[in-house]
């Protein structure tokens, strides 16, 4: 027995059955012998070489020799709908085409079985090749890949020539195309075909070998005006009358991926220098507000990890839950190419889908505006990893006075970075030492360029740090006065 199985990589199988027009949505199931047999063709003619036609035509001659079996699996009926252009002065007149197609699971294939047949091992070897090599049947689009199968496994057919007077029960019929078989043709029966008349009173005869009558097109029947192709009969099979309906199945639920910050790369004619991070992370924070104030409709709703305050007000105090908004330059040509929006804690959908709304910032200085392009949503560790060293990129702000007297200013400066780091939920660092400017390789800053303050609060000193930690940290965060607005921001090293 021979069997070859077609899969459809893409699901879906376009092929109309010949006879009826594509609009009018029928679909050919199962695959016609005749599309089969003449997608070999084809294959051999464009990608085999040509070299042994008497040996290729003996090959189709036995796929044609008896009518084969399917086995067809759960499948559909659906289809597209394009207006097309009429190339008419009047642009709206437009033609409705319908692409009906049969759509199957990716995974599952058509079984197509001849049990009479028994080829060579190297006729095997010859259409094994030319399945290899088949890489659509029906319409373009029908993608497919062919192959071959061992017959030792059984299988279960359901689609099979129609025996008289034996349809059965939940059955119906369906005419399928399939080749004539080569004596069939070789004696002359052309049933079904009328010879045409090219000009007046001459009949155009059939192809007298059989390959050529199995390669004749749409143009050649035609041009020869034929009925229907010289060397194709149709054949009835037995076909299950609900073999497109296909059951529901319950697909897992999805979670919702957890959201704790968004990652965008900024867009502008004049990207905004490093030395204004503060600013711009103020405006974040506004127009984050704005959007979810749009979101919920309630300008009391707007999210305090927004906000940073409570329903009365009030700041939040403790544990740093609401949203750090940090600009970062990651080239290190002092000017902010990134924005980091990330908190602690899991946002909800509207909170999450403010972050996607995000709305562009006003550089008034230059008069040009800084689009925020959403790179990547996710929890703060796939937004910036881990690492055991870090180093200052904008200014540590303490957020106490130093006093005269009561310790050395060294030693108090590295108590209060420690402090701010379990303020902010980080461990100890076991190393701090001190860094006197921003040294990217391609730009210098000194700490005191730096906008070091918000609105209306007054500027206060900025400091630099080498940090080492004895486990990973957050490879970028920030501590210190405004850290939730780009102050005191580190980023990791190694």
Known sequence: MLIIELGFPAGRYHATPWGRNVNEGVTEWPPSPYRLIRALCDVWHRKDGEEDIDGFEGLLAELSSNSPMFRLPPAAVSHTRAYLPLNDKDTTKKALVLDAFVVVKPGDAVLVGWPDVSLSAERKEVLGRLLARLNYLGRSESWVSARLLDDSQPVTWNCAPLVVGDVGFGN???????????????????????????????????????????????????????????????????????????????????????????????????????????????????????????????PAKVSRLFSGKNADGTPLMGAHEHLYYLPLDRNGDGRIDHLLVVGKIPLDATEALALDRLNPCRQYAVGHDIRFVPVKFGTREELVGKSKEVTSVTPFVPTRYWRKGRADFNEWLVSNVKRECSSHGLPEPIVVRPVELLDTGRTRKRWIEFLRSRRKDTPRPGFGFDLVFAEEVPSTFSIGYGAHFGLGIFIGTR
Not at 238 to 246: D, I, T, W, Y
Not at 248 to 277: M, Q
């Open 172 to 298: 119906d019929v369906v005419r399928v195309a399939a080749p004539k078989t080569k004596a069939m043709y070789d004696t002359g029966c052309t049933t079904g075909v009328s010879g045409g008349r090219k000009g007046r009173g001459r009949k155009t005869a059939a192809p007298t070998r059989w390959l050529h009558a199995i390669e004749q097109g749409t143009s050649d029947l035609q041009k020869s005006k034929w009925s229907a192709p010289p060397a194709m009969v149709f054949i009835d099979y037995c076909r299950n009358e609900r073999c497109f309906e296909v059951r529901n199945i319950k697909r897992p639920v999805r979670r919702t991926p957890v959201v704790e910050g968004a990652l965008y790369a900024v867009d502008s004619k004049v990207p905004p220098s490093v030395l204004s991070t503060v600013s711009i992370a103020e405006q974040v924070r506004r127009n984050l507000m704005g959007a979810h104030r749009r979101i919920v409709g309630d």
